[in-house]
């Protein structure tokens, strides 16, 4: 199976009636493709009541997860779900190393200085 730091999209397909749970982070891009889903959760807390927000996403729609958390995503009609994690904190310093890297350029490249002896020899 190919594996890719850079790439963090899943795109799954889903039969009418089928349920699917997925747990998802902060930040993550639900698209629905030519289906029509429910989606039950991240659940919260609403006055010492554990509370299940639902939205309905039709074919095209997308929606940003607000929160991380476990998800229920249905299907009323056959189609496909996209799901696009954001990034984690590794792609996050590769991006900011390279970035730095291209700024500095060749100017900072390390330079080779005798390493002082704290102890010399005496005779």
């Known amino acids: 199976m190919h594996s890719d730091l850079n790439d963090t999209s899943t795109v799954v397909p889903l039969p ?5 749970r997925l747990r998802v982070a902060a930040g993550t891009v639900l698209h629905a493709g030519a289906a029509e889903l429910e989606v039950a959760g991240p659940p919260q807390w609403l006055a010492d009541t554990c509370y299940m927000p639902r939205r309905h996403l039709r074919a095209g ?3 940003i997860v607000p929160a991380r958390g ?3 995503v249905s299907a009323s009609r056959a189609g ?4 696009t994690a954001p990034p ?3 792609p996050r310093l590769q991006a900011w190393m390279a ?5 500095t350029g060749l100017a900072r490249q390390p ?7 704290s102890a010399p020899e005496r005779l």
């Open 16 to 20: 009418a009636g089928q349920c699917l």
């Open 61 to 63: 729609d997308t929606w």
């Open 70 to 72: 476990w998800l229920a």
């Open 80 to 83: 496909a779900l996209s799901v």
């Open 88 to 90: 984690g904190w590794l």
């Open 99 to 103: 970035l730095s890297w291209r700024r």
């Open 111 to 117: 330079v080779s200085r005798p390493i002082p002896d």
